[in-house]
């Protein structure tokens, strides 16, 4: 059983910053590629950036330069840097943990970014 739960969300001014973090829950998080998604309103969920158990990283061109993924496995956290906001960058934010082998793909409740002035 996976259980993730966002948090760092809010409303900043367009040109500030956020972090979101991610606090994981159940077995073997290490080997689990962890994901940041967002789905603003009338729009569908898209990928944010991701990164595997050894730290590879991918992301959206949108977010490329101004966000970073990384992961603390001391913790069972994936966090998501957002810098240099901009007003499209509002959506809800989603954290997904996904291992195949295991059969785990899980999503978090989602956390709320408004970027506004």
């Known amino acids: 059983q996976v259980q993730l739960v966002e948090s760092g969300g809010g409303l900043v001014q367009p040109g500030g910053s956020l972090r979101l973090s991610c606090a994981a829950s159940?077995?073997?998080?290490?080997?689990?590629?962890m994901g940041w998604y967002r789905q603003a309103p009338g729009k569908q969920r898209e990928v944010v950036a991701t990164?595997?158990?050894?730290?590879?990283?991918n992301y959206a061109d949108s977010v490329k330069g101004r966000f970073t993924i990384s992961r603390d496995g001391a913790e069972d956290t994936v966090y998501l840097q957002m810098n240099s906001l901009k007003p499209e960058d509002t959506a809800v934010y989603y954290c997904?943990?996904?291992?195949?082998?295991?059969?785990?793909?899980?999503w978090g409740q989602g956390t709320q970014v408004t970027v506004s002035s």
């Open positions: 997904n943990a996904r291992a195949p082998s295991l059969g785990i793909d899980s």
């Open positions: 159940g077995s073997r998080f290490s080997i689990w590629t």
């Open positions: 990164i595997t158990s050894i730290g590879n990283t």
